[in-house]
Every structure is written in structure tokens, then in C-alpha cells.
């Protein structure tokens, strides 16, 4: 491809516009000879500051902000190369990717998802009834990138745009019909996935969550909006959740657009998709639907092997994606019916063990509650086959709470490090209200001291029912050695994250792996030399 294919008319650019490039790189370590090195500004650096490291790696155009800096003394000592001034590198960046990959989005249809909590779940779901509808289908998000059936690993939710374009092109020279994509409030701020035609987006909910980057939470909104706003195409569809406030601030935004919008809820009967008659279970969830289609109201009864009520929501938002797309009500049945646990997203560990035990990626105060007021309905309307009529006292452990017949909830936690403050205090209020026994530890601390973390954690806490074990590894077998027959054991947090980030170095941990372990009892609380006196010291009483 030709520099001068990929100008625009705001470009200022000196050199040589038929100079052929071969690629587009944004990070100088990645540059190859005949790429264009778009020299953008990330949350730790600023490419600009690389540009002359990038030429020497064969760039041999080079976009740079115009505004940022005098850049002539190195365009004299590299006069061969290609140099374009722009205002703004990470929209040049993103609408250079979208025409080098041939703007792949005009050759498949693109559906995507934004919201707080339910994205990946909503993923998949929507992903399976696309291909039950014999529709060959791609997917971009948050635990892998699927091209078919071939799985990838997901560095990031939404890629950034070079990468996320590549995707598409990939996708869509391998036969995909459709693409389901989670798109990030990251990437929606750093316009990753700008210039993309996205034919359906969907709006799951909003809840307080990334605020060291966004600050506050109309910031948070105005970049989850933009899907919607600026990137979902004329006589796209929005898929909203209206039971959500920040959704139905959305339907009132779009109003005036030119996108068709359907609304799903659990509590508003006006919406164009509501859901009723819940009935959940250990192994499934049921429910009734109503639906206005083509003004005529339709019936029907949903069952999914996906379990609880935050569930309904996400089915409830790929069964609008689905009607929009006019599949067949009978098809998404089938196509719902075949979505067990998305990994991480109330994973059950099953062992053969007496009592539940769930992994999690429940992260945010919103998503915590949700999760533990889901598990409580689970606890207190369920059996888990006769496993409460046996009761084991661990008489042995003086703090553990006794929850009578129906057992307990035991939640093993933490906060991760280098991430939003506020939230801390909260989720341990959340989780010390709704269990009956919390475990605090570690999450991912990057460069904070867990400890410090723990203690912001405490800040919440009002009651006086939980322990402190930082080792996150001991603090789950811990859980295990303290779960009796019919409780529930939640490890929230890190789902399907198979790492702990510490100062800076990623070590393999994966909560289910641990917890499997555990149940099978081929780990110890520290070690195997460990007693039982040292195994009660490694928790703080508080």
C-alpha cells in the first residue's frame, strides 16, 4: 500500500506520499522495515518520545501529533522518511488500521458489547445462537479471541486498532458471518475500535469501576455512550438495559438517532423484552418472557443451564441482539439452552465435595453484591441433595459462624492493587453484610503492598465475621478446610485469570486449579510440614 492511500485531507505531510508500507506499528519494538510508526501516547509513555528508535528499525513513514512537540531537527537528519502531522494519532491510528485491513467491518457484521459486568457472558451466549443458527461467527473479548472454533489468547478485552482490524480481516477472510466483540471503556476512550460499522450494540449495565482511569462516573458513561452515539450504524440496533439508570440516560440520548432501539428488563413492563416467573436452581434457570414483535406480544419459556438472576439479563439482552437479526424465537432457545458456565463466571468446582464451591470474576462492588445476593437466593430456596442434613461443627475454629440448617456462604476475596481506591471499603461492607464468613486476601496487588490493600478493604467492614489470610493460595484452602456440607464457597475476583501480577512479574495462579486442589485435598494450608497450630496462625482474627 501507497502513503498517499491512507491520507486524509487534515494531514500535513512532507516526503514522499508513493513510498510503499508494509505494515503499522504503534510501539517501536514491534516496527519491522517499511512499516508506518504512529507514535501515540499510552497511560505509561509517549511514542513520540521513540520515534527516532522506530526509523532505525526500518519505519519509513512516520504520523506524529503536530501539537506535541518540534520534531524538525530529527526530520532533517531523516529526510528520507515520510513524516505526517495530525491532530490526533490515536484516531489516525484507528482509521489508517481500518482502511490498510480493507475495512473488514463492511464484509462482516459486527455486534458489540460494553457494559460494567455481563459482557462475556452475553458474548457467548449470543455467539451460540448465531451458530445453532448456522451462521459462522468470530469473537473478540475479555477471556479469548475465537475465529470459529479456533481459540486465541485475549491480551486485552478490546485489542487496539491495528490488532483489532487484523482480527476482523482475519475473521472475515476465514468465512465469519458474524462478529461478537466486547468493547471496553479503555478502548472506547482510546478509540481502539473507532471506524468499525457496528450493526447491533449492546448496553448490560453500569457500576462504579475503572475510575482510576475515567475519575468520575460521567466520564465512564460519555465513553461506554460512544458505542452507541458514534460507532453503531444508521439503522443499527441498541439493545438496553433499562433497569439500569445509566441505560435508560441512554435511550433518551439516542432518541433523536437514527438506530432502532429495543429495551429488555426485569422490572419494567413497557420494556420491549421483560422477563418473569424466575426460578433458578444449583443446575439451571427459568423463566417466561414477554415480548412486543411487530406489534403483536409473543410468550414464551426460557430455560438455561446458566445459573441466577444476573443471568436473565444477560439472555435477555442476546435474545434482542437475536430478534433484531430475525432469528427464529425457536432457534435462541436452542442456542440459549447450549451455553453452560462461561468460564470464571460462576464456575462450579465439582469434585464430588459436600458443598458448592464457585469461582468468580466479580471485581466490582456492583458485581460482588450481585454475585452474593444471587448465591443467597441459590442458598436459601435450594438443596443441595440432602447435604444440610449432615452438619461437621469445626468446633476447633471458635470464629466460624454457625448458619443453622441451610449452611453458610464463605467468600474468599480481595482488591487489586494500583486500581480504583474507592471501591475497596465497599466491597468489604458488601461482603461482610452478605456472607457469613469472609476470608480477605489478595487479588492482584501489582505494586502495593497487599497488606495496605487489605486494610482499605477494612475500612468498610461492619461487622465481625471475617479473617485475614494474604496468601491468596492459603486463604482458598482455607475456605475449603472451613466448608461444611451444604455451605457455598465463593472465590471472587480474578474468574478465569490464570495469573497473579506482583511488582511488576506475572505468576501462574489460577483460582479454579487452586480450589480443585484443595477439594481434593493434594494441598496443604502452607506446606505439608505445616501442623495444625501454625495452619490456625495463618489466619488474623479480627
Not at 380 to 394: I, Q, R
Amino acid at each position: 500500500m501507497k502513503v498517499k492511500e491512507i491520507l486524509r485531507k487534515d494531514f500535513s505531510v512532507k516526503g514522499n506520499v508513493d513510498s510503499d508500507i508494509s505494515g503499522v506499528a504503534y510501539d517501536s519494538r514491534n516496527v519491522k522495515d517499511g512499516d508506518l510508526f504512529v507514535a501515540i501516547k499510552g497511560e505509561k509513555f509517549d511514542a513520540h518520545d521513540f520515534i527516532e528508535d522506530a526509523i532505525k528499525r526500518g519505519a519509513v513513514a512516520v504520523i506524529y501529533e503536530d501539537s506535541k512537540r518540534d520534531l524538525s531537527e530529527l526530520m532533517s537528519r531523516y529526510s528520507n522518511t515520510v513524516w505526517i502531522g495530525v491532530k490526533d494519532c490515536r484516531d489516525a491510528l484507528a482509521a489508517i488500521s481500518c482502511i490498510f485491513y480493507g475495512n473488514p467491518s463492511e464484509k462482516v457484521t459486527v455486534i458489540g458489547i460494553t457494559g460494567t459486568n455481563g459482557k462475556t457472558t452475553t458474548s457467548y451466549l449470543i455467539k451460540s445462537v448465531m451458530e445453532r443458527w448456522g451462521k459462522s461467527v468470530g469473537l473478540i473479548g475479555t477471556i479469548n479471541y475465537m475465529i470459529k472454533d479456533r481459540v486465541y489468547e485475549a491480551p486485552h478485552t478490546t485489542p487496539e486498532s491495528v490488532e483489532f482490524q487484523s482480527l476482523l480481516r482475519r475473521m472475515s477472510d476465514n468465512g465469519c458471518d458474524y462478529v461478537v466483540s466486547e468493547v471496553s471503556s479503555h478502548a472506547l476512550s482510546q478509540k481502539r475500535a473507532d471506524y468499525t460499522k457496528f450493526a447491533a450494540a449492546v448496553f448490560t449495565n453500569l457500576t462504579r469501576d475503572h475510575l482510576d482511569f475515567h475519575k468520575t462516573m460521567e466520564d465512564y458513561f460519555d465513553a461506554k455512550s460512544r458505542l452507541f452515539s458514534e460507532l453503531l450504524s444508521e439503522g443499527g440496533v441498541a439493545a438496553i438495559n433499562i433497569d439500569d439508570p445509566y441505560g435508560v440516560k441512554l435511550v433518551n440520548i439516542l432518541k433523536d438517532k437514527k438506530v432502532k432501539i429495543l429495551t429488555y428488563s426485569l422490572k419494567k413492563p413497557d420494556a420491549d423484552l421483560t422477563a418473569f416467573d424466575i426460578k433458578t436452581t444449583f443446575k439451571e434457570t427459568s423463566f417466561r418472557i414477554k415480548m412486543n414483535v411487530n406489534k403483536k406480544i409473543i410468550e414464551d419459556i426460557i430455560i438455561s443451564p446458566l445459573v441466577g438472576t444476573i443471568n436473565v439479563y444477560n439472555i435477555l439482552s442476546a435474545i434482542c441482539v437475536a430478534l433484531s437479526f430475525s432469528v427464529p424465537l425457536k432457534i435462541i432457545k436452542e442456542g440459549i439452552s447450549k451455553v453452560g458456565a462461561v468460564k470464571g463466571r460462576f464456575e462450579r468446582v465439582d469434585m464430588g465435595q459436600d458443598f458448592l464451591a464457585v469461582v468468580d470474576y466479580a471485581h466490582t462492588e456492583d458485581a460482588l453484591e450481585q454475585l452474593l445476593l444471587n448465591t443467597r437466593q441459590l442458598l436459601e430456596t435450594c438443596t443441595l441433595a440432602g447435604m444440610h442434613k449432615k452438619k461437621s461443627a469445626k468446633s476447633e475454629y471458635a470464629f466460624l459462624p454457625d448458619a443453622g440448617e441451610k449452611g453458610k456462604i464463605i467468600t474468599v476475596f480481595g482488591c487489586g492493587g494500583n486500581r480504583d481506591r474507592g471501591k475497596r471499603a465497599k466491597m468489604g461492607e458488601i461482603a461482610t453484610r452478605l456472607s457469613d464468613l469472609v476470608i480477605i486476601t489478595s487479588d492482584n496487588p501489582r505494586y502495593e503492598d497487599p497488606r495496605d490493600i487489605i486494610s482499605d478493604i477494612e475500612m468498610g467492614v461492619k461487622n465481625d465475621n471475617y479473617i485475614i489470610i494474604p496468601d491468596r493460595n492459603i486463604a482458598v484452602s482455607m475456605a475449603v478446610e472451613l466448608a461444611s456440607p451444604g455451605d457455598i464457597v465463593l472465590v471472587a475476583g480474578k474468574g478465569h485469570e490464570d495469573y497473579q501480577e506482583i511488582q511488576g512479574n506475572r505468576y501462574h495462579f489460577s483460582d479454579s486449579e487452586i480450589l480443585r486442589n484443595a477439594i481434593m485435598g493434594m494441598t496443604s494450608l502452607s506446606s505439608n510440614e505445616t501442623d495444625e497450630t501454625d495452619k490456625k496462625a495463618g489466619a488474623i482474627r479480627c
